[in-house]
């Protein structure tokens, strides 16, 4: 184990707060409701919020199997982004007839974040900073200028910094130049807002019961029953799916995702002399331009969080607590934060984590209906659905309610991607994807025959 880790807890640092709230009860008694939301995590809590918004005398009950936002959404870095399609170049790439209206609808999603937090006054430290993404290889650097430029051209507010204009703002010798977007990223406490998100949902009235699992889900001449582990029985009028990687209810759905564990540490408190040694005083969200790629960020005590890199699937799509540790990983991550800021050798570790997130052939959320149109759902988000998901509810209340939007007209609402093989061909080939991206970021981003093949498929596992 790396000296930095020896006292680390091995238990997610946002979820240890001590003002988390209690769980609430499970269902016990077989009820009905005009809308069953399944899942409590950002998917599910934006969508019932969004529900009672939109639909005030709608009856919406939201099922979660653990307590809302245990899993991805309150294990994740906090990077709320504007974009809606994982970054604009994956954006540009699938869709670029809609790229413009995509960027103007991500804009004001976050806006829309950024506006229900103040008015539900959800303490979860939002900061609109921005973002850096920093080349730390020289491949790198002529791939960040031609996004920038590209960027640019589509009226987005970013400039690539050189190094020492880089190193000014958060200040590490890996760093060679930047992308820095002033606006388009926000950070927030990524359980403290699922816990505010319930919170406002409660008060609007929405029935929430936790530690209750939906096991099953039949369509009926009224609706749709949903089954939980306990036999109870839930008669909706509509139901909406935000399960995240877990096993979707609908069997059409059991290929469309994978389960990818992603790693993550957390410091201890920066002294003063520290934070002087790196800067960081615009307190941005960080990432690396690599395929295999790190996230970082401040929290509100001046900790260091520490993610990413090396994403790991499991075989046959296993979900276990036992994967959300990962000695090799951890190890690998704690290396390589020192390479990055060498100034703070002698820091240690707290905390180390995992959280599995649900990644998709195109890298972005995908939607659906069921049951006539009667059940919805919004799956693949990729790790980057902290704010594509209150948009990804919008679009499944648009869709549970038939209505025409502009959300609905988009072909990347219309359109699904490719589905994973089964395994285990699906092992394979998402091993072999994520060692040929490990030899594209040592050898100048040179793409093997593998990954141009996925490219030109229009197909890929992101890290």
Known sequence: MHRALTSADPRVLWLTDPDRPSA???????????????????????????????????????????????????????????????????????????????????????????ETIRRYDIDCRFERNGGLDVATEPHQVDELRELVEARQAAGHDVRLLDADATRALVNSPTYLAAQHDPHGTALVEPARLAWGLRAACYDLGVRIHEHTRVTGLEADAAGVVATTDAGVQVRAGRVALGTNAFTPLLRRLRLMTVPVYDYVLATEPLSPAQRDAIGWAERQGVGDAANLFHYYRLTRDDRILW??????????????????????????????????????????????????????????????????????????????????????????????????????????????????????????????????LERADAQAGRRNLWLRALDKAGLGFDS
């Not at 994982?86 to 974040?113: F, S, T």
């Not at 984590?353 to 195109?362: K, P």
């Open 24 to 114: 609430l009860p499970a269902l016990s008694a077989d009820t009905t409701a005009d809308l069953v939301v399944v899942g409590g995590g950002y998917t599910g809590l934006w969508t019932a919020l969004r529900a009672r918004e939109r639909y005030p005398d709608l009856d919406v009950l939201l099922l979660d199997g653990g307590t809302c936002g245990w899993q991805a959404s309150g294990r994740n870095g906090g990077f709320a982004d504007a974009s809606l399609t994982h970054g604009y170049g994956n954006g540009v790439a699938r869709w670029p007839d809609e790229i413009a209206e995509l960027d103007r609808l991500g804009e004001a999603n976050l806006d829309a974040i950024e």
């Open 307 to 436: 993610g990413g890199y090396d994403a790991v699937y499991r075989y046959g799509s296993s979900i276990h607590p036992e994967h959300e540790q990962s000695g090799r990983t951890h190890d690998l991550l704690a290396e390589q934060f020192f390479q990055t800021f060498p100034q703070l050798e002698g820091l240690s570790f707290t905390h180390r984590w995992a959280g599995v997130i649900d990644t998709c052939t195109r890298f972005s959320a995908f939607f659906g209906t069921a049951h006539g149109g009667r059940t919805a759902y919004a799956l693949g988000y990729t790790g980057l659905g902290v704010a594509a998901t209150r948009f990804g509810a919008d679009v499944v209340l648009d869709l549970l309610h038939g209505e025409d939007t502009e959300r609905t007209r988009l072909a990347m609402v219309r359109e699904k991607p490719l589905p994973f093989p089964p395994e285990p061909f699906r092992s394979v080939g998402i091993n072999l994807t994520r060692w040929s």
